[in-house]
């Protein structure tokens, strides 16, 4: 096997794990990396070293062991180059500690502090988002399935009746009552399994790998469905089935559920659990607007920089002196407007670390994310410079007594505000570093994180391991740069579209909101089924009402009018109530990203908008039905 120039022989096949995992590999090469290491380099982090404890080994104590370690050789080697050296302890506790330490796998995807982890980070912001969304989704759907249960209690009267009558007893209604709903929710879960499991076998496009694991691929997970079954069908069902038995036989067999049918003042209790299920429902209607609105204005903001049209090379140091010769001759080709090198770019993952302590004229540190470029980096960024200009061809200046050297760098807004400069330019700032620029603040590869201070220097005589080359508008074509590329190295070209970074960034977010936007739209669905049940069982309870309001005179309008009025009432309750509670959480999410938008009424305002138009139009035909009863057959029996 041909890899990269080296040849490889293949002496075995893995079997494809059953679920994803950190090592999620195409292949697996052995290489020694000792060669030619110096032990005196404890920098890296390059690699991983995966250990397998004892039972009894606890995760404290495998850390004490890797700082004793760390002692006795980091410690060691760095006290030979630094006489000035502080005791162990002392140096633990400032930034340019170096050591080991352990974390456990169930960790990575959570808390972990690990640089450049192989495993993705769990997002908890849209984690807690979903699950908060989801449970909102389930408290909704089991407040709809008593409304729906109790709506057509009347229908039920006479079987419960007859039952009582022939000897049954009110626990034997109860446990049939509840062993109905528990085949409903066994039967509805099931249908969930299936679509999930479907879902995971065909990976359709519309997921992007969201689902890839099955709750039946774990004896642990499906026992934990089959009890979470039970309670959900005690929760959701115990209510009908205490309301639906709960009346006398003589009274039933009148054939009036309403008089006969009487719980904890059941028809406030159906009241207020509509009131609780479109508090919810608006909740999520706001939360989805806003989210919108601040995913395009992290789409629309400014960067600080112009991303289109340029592409990023990634193995340009292997061209070591050749590097300046292959930027020429890049530069001659149509199309290129220009090319510079950098050691990293905004947006490449593993740069927001403020692990670069930089002090001020006070000798007060600050840390700071350090960036190496050359001169012509900020003209093909395309960044504007607040003071001063780009470091110059110098590779130093010599202080005005001659005495050190006096290092050109250059500070983003950001950093100036931080080391509190009214007047940044010419100060020297961490002993031998001269300001010579203030460039505009620019986005880094977070979109939650806020700004932090930079600090951009060129880099010694070491080539730069990355380049990045713009383009015409309509000349992207890198197989011009992979022509150029061939002609000074022999190794494959590396490279990405510089905007694929942010843009996979948004996707990210943008998944979480279409998976919250998808679970709005079911919930305020359910929530006007239970709408619906409720009105439905309004009309059975008021239909006599409604035929004498007809003889005395009301028009069809009124009629609708008034049975409409009474459920718009709640659902301005709702909304009352959910205002406070939207307001609460969309400012805690927003709270979340440094540069947000602000809830406005216009989200409020809309959100009641649409809700009341879905109101209405689900009361519709059940408000004509109301208008349009026959007094002859609904008064026939009194």
Same mark, same amino acid.
């Given at each position: 096997?041909?890899?990269?120039?080296?040849?490889? =022989?293949?002496?075995?096949?893995?079997?494809?794990?059953?679920?994803?995992?950190?090592?999620?590999?195409?292949?697996?090469?052995?290489?020694?990396?000792?060669?030619? @290491?110096?032990?005196?380099?404890?920098?890296?982090?390059?690699?991983?070293? &995966?250990?397998?404890?004892?039972?009894?080994?606890?995760?404290?104590? =495998?850390?004490?062991?890797?700082?004793?370690?760390?002692?006795r050789y980091i410690y060691k080697e760095y006290q030979k180059k630094n006489e000035d050296m502080p005791s162990f302890q002392d140096w633990k506790e400032k930034s340019t500690y170096?050591?080991?330490?352990?974390?456990?796998?169930?960790?990575?995807?959570?808390?972990?502090?690990?640089?450049?982890?192989?495993?993705?980070?769990?997002?908890?912001?849209?984690?807690?988002?979903?699950?908060?969304?989801?449970?909102?989704?389930?408290?909704?759907?089991?407040?709809?399935?008593?409304?729906?249960?109790?709506?057509?209690?009347?229908?039920?009267?006479?079987?419960?009746?007859?039952?009582?009558?022939?000897?049954?007893?009110?626990?034997?209604?109860?446990?049939?009552?509840?062993?109905?709903?528990?085949?409903?929710?066994?039967?509805?879960?099931?249908?969930?399994?299936?679509?999930?499991?479907?879902?995971?076998?065909?990976?359709?496009?519309?997921?992007?790998?969201?689902?890839?694991?099955?709750?039946?691929?774990?004896?642990?997970?499906?026992?934990? =469905?089959?009890?979470?079954?039970?309670?959900?069908?005690?929760?959701?069902?115990?209510?009908?089935?205490? &309301?639906?038995?709960?009346?006398?036989?003589?009274?039933?067999?009148?054939?009036?559920?309403?008089?006969?049918?009487?719980?904890?003042?059941?028809?406030?209790?159906?009241?207020?659990?509509?009131?609780?299920?479109?508090?919810?429902? @608006?909740?999520?209607?706001?939360?989805?607007?806003?989210?919108?609105?601040?995913?395009?204005?992290?789409?629309?903001?400014?960067?600080?920089?112009?991303?289109?049209?340029?592409?990023?090379?990634?193995?340009?140091?292997?061209?070591?002196?050749?590097?300046?010769?292959?930027?020429?001759?890049?530069?001659?080709?149509?199309?290129?407007?220009?090319?510079?090198?950098?050691?990293?770019?905004?947006?490449?993952?593993?740069?927001?670390?403020?692990?670069?302590?930089?002090?001020?004229?006070?000798?007060?540190?600050?840390?700071?994310?350090?960036?190496?470029?050359?001169?012509? *980096?900020?003209?093909?960024?395309?960044?504007?410079?607040?003071?001063?200009?780009?470091?110059?061809?110098?590779?130093?200046?010599?202080?005005?007594?001659?005495?050190?050297?006096?290092?050109?760098? =250059?500070?983003?807004?950001?950093?100036?505000?931080?080391?509190?400069?009214?007047?940044?330019?010419?100060?020297?700032?961490?002993?031998?570093?001269?300001?010579?620029?203030?460039?505009?603040?620019?986005?880094?590869?977070?979109?939650?994180?806020?700004?932090?201070?930079?600090?951009?220097?060129?880099?010694?005589?070491?080539?730069?391991?990355?380049?990045?080359?713009?383009?015409?508008?309509?000349?992207?074509?890198?197989?011009?740069?992979?022509?150029?590329?061939?002609?000074?190295?022999?190794?494959?070209?590396?490279? &990405?579209?510089?905007?694929?970074?942010?843009?996979?960034?948004?996707?990210?977010?943008?998944?979480?909101?279409?998976?919250?936007?998808? *679970?709005?739209?079911?919930?305020?669905?359910?929530?006007?089924?239970?709408?619906?049940?409720?009105?439905?069982?309004?009309?059975?309870?008021?239909?006599?009402?409604?035929?004498?309001?007809?003889?005395?005179?009301?028009?069809?309008?009124?009629?609708?009018?008034?049975?409409?009025?009474?459920?718009?009432?709640?659902?301005?309750?709702?909304?009352?109530?959910?205002?406070?509670?939207?307001?609460?959480?969309?400012?805690?999410?927003?709270?979340?990203?440094?540069?947000?938008?602000?809830?406005?009424?216009?989200?409020?305002?809309?959100?009641?908008?649409?809700?009341?138009?879905?109101?209405?139009?689900?009361?519709?035909?059940?408000?004509?039905?109301?208008?349009?009863?026959?007094?002859?057959?609904?008064?026939?029996?009194?």
């Amino acid at each position: 096997l041909d890899l990269m120039g080296e040849t490889y =022989i293949i002496n075995g096949v893995s079997k494809s794990p059953q679920f994803k995992t950190q090592l999620n590999f195409d292949l697996v090469v052995t290489k020694d990396y000792m060669k030619g @290491i110096q032990d005196d380099l404890w920098g890296s982090i390059s690699s991983y070293t &995966y250990l397998l404890a004892g039972p009894n080994v606890t995760m404290a104590s =495998i850390n004490t062991q890797l700082e004793s370690i760390g002692e006795r050789y980091i410690y060691k080697e760095y006290q030979k180059k630094n006489e000035d050296m502080p005791s162990f302890q002392d140096w633990k506790e400032k930034s340019t500690y170096l050591g080991y330490f352990a974390e456990p796998l169930l960790g990575l995807r959570s808390d972990s502090k690990t640089k450049n982890l192989m495993m993705p980070h769990l997002n908890v912001a849209q984690f807690n988002v979903l699950t908060i969304v989801g449970l909102a989704a389930l408290l909704i759907s089991m407040i709809n399935f008593v409304n729906i249960s109790t709506a057509k209690a009347s229908v039920r009267t006479c079987e419960v009746a007859v039952k009582r009558v022939l000897g049954s007893s009110r626990k034997w209604l109860i446990f049939q009552f509840i062993s109905e709903s528990f085949f409903q929710v066994l039967l509805a879960s099931l249908v969930s399994l299936a679509l999930v499991e479907g879902l995971v076998k065909l990976s359709p496009g519309f997921l992007d790998g969201m689902v890839d694991y099955s709750v039946l691929h774990s004896t642990e997970l499906v026992i934990g =469905i089959l009890i979470f079954v039970v309670l959900l069908t005690f929760s959701s069902g115990i209510y009908p089935a205490l &309301y639906l038995s709960s009346g006398r036989s003589i009274n039933l067999l009148r054939g009036s559920a309403g008089k006969a049918l009487s719980l904890f003042n059941a028809a406030s209790f159906r009241r207020s659990a509509t009131v609780a299920q479109f508090v919810l429902a @608006i909740v999520l209607i706001a939360g989805v607007i806003t989210m919108f609105q601040q995913l395009n204005h992290l789409d629309t903001r400014d960067l600080g920089y112009e991303s289109g049209n340029v592409f990023i090379l990634e193995n340009t140091s292997l061209l070591r002196e050749s590097t300046e010769a292959f930027r020429q001759e890049l530069s001659r080709k149509s199309g290129v407007l220009g090319a510079t090198f950098a050691d990293h770019f905004p947006n490449q993952s593993g740069i927001t670390v403020l692990d670069f302590m930089v002090k001020d004229e006070a000798g007060n540190e600050h840390p700071f994310i350090r960036y190496r470029t050359d001169p012509t *980096f900020f003209e093909v960024m395309q960044m504007d410079f607040v003071a001063g200009g780009p470091f110059g061809t110098a590779p130093k200046k010599e202080s005005s007594n001659g005495e050190a050297a006096l290092y050109p760098v =250059i500070l983003n807004e950001t950093a100036v505000k931080a080391m509190g400069l009214e007047d940044p330019m010419g100060k020297v700032i961490d002993g031998n570093r001269q300001i010579v620029g203030v460039v505009n603040d620019f986005v880094f590869s977070d979109l939650r994180q806020s700004i932090s201070p930079v600090m951009i220097s060129r880099r010694g005589k070491e080539p730069y391991s990355k380049m990045a080359v713009r383009m015409a508008t309509g000349n992207f074509d890198i197989e011009t740069v992979k022509e150029v590329w061939s002609q000074f190295s022999d190794k494959p070209l590396r490279w &990405y579209e510089f905007s694929s970074n942010y843009d996979e960034l948004m996707k990210e977010e943008a998944k979480t909101f279409q998976a919250i936007l998808t *679970f709005s739209i079911f919930t305020i669905v359910i929530s006007c089924m239970g709408l619906l049940g409720l009105a439905v069982f309004t009309i059975d309870q008021r239909i006599k009402e409604f035929g004498i309001r007809k003889i005395l005179g009301a028009s069809i309008a009124d009629i609708a009018r008034l049975f409409s009025w009474d459920f718009v009432k709640l659902i301005l309750i709702a909304f009352v109530l959910a205002i406070p509670i939207a307001v609460y959480g969309l400012n805690l999410w927003l709270n979340d990203f440094a540069d947000r938008v602000s809830l406005s009424p216009s989200v409020f305002l809309f959100t009641a908008g649409i809700t009341l138009v879905v109101v209405l139009t689900t009361l519709l035909i059940q408000s004509l039905k109301a208008g349009r009863l026959n007094p002859v057959e609904t008064l026939r029996n009194e």
